[in-house]
């Protein structure tokens, strides 16, 4: 068997099925606008999503033909369950019984796309592998995109940001998300419509928080992978400045728009995988791109190096190299043999071959 690292854990959030008074949240500010707008944003909320995709969207789709209106944007306030392939699974803190694949796949694929922009935010039950990969936020399949471990975007001049303990002097409204779409009892509450007034010109496309950016930058030095405790100074401490804000603007060339950059990078669920594909880790090339361009240290790279026993080349890269060779994309190995995957698939292959220091 392949050694299976214990996955990077995000900060833990809420899960619906404990009491509603630790229901997870996603928080949304307005941004003042000065015109009179009758513009309406058609917002739809989903409560856990539990890998239900498919399910998710064609409620929606109908709703959407009960209504007389398209949804511009879906946010799934956590357990959204992004499992790429069967190796996935094993990231995932539920027990057995509860423990299946889900639709994502086909949407991280491209066998489908979703319909609507979508943003979730990390549960107590995520593949923490592929979480982890894009610390910062990013882009999971095509359309559909998470908020990282504590993160603030915007989207039509409103503020989405995960809910957090450090969460620095934003004045919200907030919602409390709904039940689970697989609990049939509660089939019409898992989903919620709701309309907020944008300003006629409204930015329809996902943009980073230039405050946020600000802070991540301002506080960069805390970024560690230590298993020491790390004391956080006063929050006021790093309450960004004018001239942080100057500065992270300039290095964005003040465009803000979060680019439409998705990368597959674990292989994609194929219908003949076993089951115990080896569960790797990726460098993601969104969280390189973000982080060089914001100059700050990239927790993925710290967690990848790290971690060198069971790093994977991501899929776009042995594609690539495939592509060249004009052999067939990725074999990974036949069946359920759990170590034999071959060296190829291994970023460092002398560490993946070496014996593990004998337990105590
Ligand atoms: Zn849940």
Redesign the pocket.
């Known amino acids: 068997m392949a050694s299976v690292p214990p996955p990077p854990i995000p900060p833990q959030l809420s899960?619906?099925?404990e009491p509603s008074s630790k229901k997870t949240r996603i928080e949304t500010k307005t941004i003042p606008t000065t015109k009179h707008s009758q513009r309406q944003l058609h917002l739809a909320v989903a409560?856990?999503s539990?890998g239900e995709m498919d399910y998710i969207y064609s409620t929606l789709a109908k709703m959407e033909r009960n209504r007389g209106y398209k949804f511009d944007l879906l946010i799934c306030c956590?357990?959204y369950q992004a499992l790429r392939n069967n190796a996935d699974i094993n990231t995932i803190n539920v027990p057995h019984k509860h423990r299946k694949l889900g639709t994502f796949h086909q949407y991280y694929s491209g066998e489908k796309v979703a319909p609507i922009l979508t943003i979730f935010i990390g549960?107590n039950?995520e593949a923490t592998g592929f979480m982890a990969e894009l610390p910062y936020g990013g882009w999971v399949a095509p359309n559909i995109y998470y908020l990282g471990f504590a993160s603030v975007v915007q989207f039509a001049g409103l503020q989405a940001k995960v809910p957090h303990e450090n969460a620095i002097g934003f004045e919200e409204t907030k919602f409390v998300a709904l039940d689970?779409p697989n609990d049939q009892k509660k089939f019409n509450k898992f989903l919620e419509a709701i309309d907020i007034p944008i300003a006629e010109d409204a930015c329809m496309e996902l943009q980073y928080d230039p405050v946020w950016l600000a802070i991540l930058k301002a506080t960069d030095e805390l970024t560690s992978i230590s298993r020491h405790n790390v004391y956080l100074p006063d929050a006021a401490s790093f309450k960004p400045t004018s001239e942080a804000a100057e500065s992270v603007k300039a290095l964005f060339d003040g465009e803000f728009t979060i680019p439409r950059n998705f990368q597959p990078t674990a292989p994609p669920y194929r219908q003949n995988e076993g089951k115990n594909e080896p569960c790797l880790y990726y460098r993601n090339p969104q969280t390189t791109e973000f982080c060089d361009k914001l100059g700050i240290t990239n927790l993925n790279r710290l967690l990848y190096e790290a971690n060198n026993e069971c790093n994977g080349i991501p899929f776009i890269e042995l594609a690539a190299r495939a592509n060249a060779d004009g052999t067939e994309v990725i074999d990974v190995g036949d069946d359920d043999s759990g170590d034999e995957y071959g060296e190829e698939f291994f970023a460092s292959s002398s560490t993946a071959t070496e014996p593990l220091p004998e337990a105590e």
């Open positions: 899960h619906s099925d409560g856990c539990h956590g357990d549960g039950h689970k």
